[in-house]
């Protein structure tokens, strides 16, 4: 009978199979040393995972704690100021040793907003201030830029807010604060005497923000705006 050679043919994936057999008996101790490299950054993984999540939750209810102390606390004035101290200087080391989660993310809004609240206003810039550095492109961190100027404001120190409605016009000009916050520019301008810029962002409120109510007012402001002008002449 004639003989005849049969040839098997394999397909890619049955190729691949038997390169990788190949590979692994010729390389036995190199495969091992990958295969424990690769399970023990797995196991690093979760142990780091299951940390920071046990952290982050400590963190959350301590913080927690603290702030549910202070809101139902039903004493005299005194009593709450003093508590209002002892209780931001005790939150204040959670967040900044928070590096993730929740404190992490808000946690300085938080006492940025109690201070605010309690007119500490000093104290509140500084908070919202650094809320701001910490996430500077979330829309909390605009919220925090512009509370930060507003808490200026009451302190009389109008440059240095003018100079937040500044750093929120170039880092969030297009938020949901951009009616606002070009009025508020057209604002401190006008407070400064700068006629020419202040009427600059009360027409940018009319034209790109027409429905909103800071649009009103930014009328009202130019009409006064004219008017004074006319006194003059």
């Not at 993984?45 to 939750?57: A, K, N, S």
Request: glycine share 6%; with cysteine; proline share 1%.
């Amino acid at each position: 009978m004639e003989k005849r050679d049969i040839t098997i043919q394999r397909n890619l994936v049955e190729n691949a199979l038997m390169f990788l057999k190949d590979f692994i008996k010729k390389n036995r101790a190199l495969v091992l040393y990958g295969v424990i490299g690769v399970l023990a950054a797995l196991m690093l993984g979760i142990g780091g995972f299951m940390y920071y999540d046990h952290r982050t939750t400590a963190e959350l209810e301590k913080f927690e704690e603290l702030l549910d102390q202070y809101r139902s606390y039903q004493g005299d004035e005194q009593g709450r100021t003093s508590l209002y101290f002892v209780t931001v200087s005790e939150m204040e080391k959670i967040v900044s040793s928070s590096r993730w989660g929740h404190v992490s993310n808000a946690g300085y809004y938080v006492l940025g907003n109690m201070s605010f609240n309690e007119k500490k206003y000093e104290q509140a810039r500084r908070y919202y201030v650094a809320k701001a550095d910490r996430r500077p492109s979330s829309q909390c961190s605009a919220l925090a830029l512009h509370r930060a100027a507003i808490a200026s404001e009451y302190l009389g120190n109008h440059q240095d807010a003018l100079e937040l409605y500044k750093r929120l016009e170039r880092d969030h000009a297009t938020g949901m604060l951009a009616d606002q916050l070009y009025y508020d520019l057209g604002r401190m301008y006008q407070k400064r005497s700068d006629v020419f810029k202040a009427r600059e962002y009360y027409h940018k409120v009319i034209t790109s923000h027409p429905n909103s109510p800071f649009s009103l007012r930014a009328r009202q402001r130019l009409l006064l705006l004219s008017a004074s002008d006319k006194n003059v002449k």
